[in-house]
């Protein structure tokens, strides 16, 4: 905890808003990376309403960050670069819809892995900062559901 959040919001709450903003950051900027490969429209129409959740998600931790008057956490630099390496490689070999509902369904899983691991290592966190990060779940959720028609 910084100085600047000190007693205005526990260790696990910071995290765990934190995490769910990095975690929203990553999901929003791989659907931008494969959006121009789709070819489906319905496939596409998809993805563009789970961005727009993910934005509106965003948007509302961004307003939980200047609550608690914390900094944003960017999505880790190596996993942002795995990332868009195996995107960007899958997508060059002939990305049809298919590799792009794996890809993006692979993506949710990881998600959904990353972020029940934070709240389950932030017992403390407050409420609302566990309701965001089970909304970044059921959202992740959803979109590895409805993925799986394409694979």
Known sequence: MTAKTAGKVNADTEKL???CGSGTKMAVKSIDEVLDGVKDG??????????EEHDSLK???????????????EPDTMAEAMS????NVKMMAGGSDKTIA??????CAMGIRSICGFINECPKAEDEAKDTAK?????ESALERDLRKFL
Request: glycine fraction near 10%.
């Open 42 to 51: 319905e496939l596409k129409k998809l993805l563009l309403k789970s961005k």
């Open 102 to 107: 794996g890809l993006m369904s692979e993506g």
């Open 59 to 73: 948007d509302g931790i961004k307003g939980l960050l200047e609550k608690y008057a914390l900094e944003e956490k």
């Open 135 to 139: 909304m970044l779940v059921e959202l």
């Open 84 to 87: 868009w390496l195996k995107i």
């Open 17 to 19: 808003i934190r995490e």
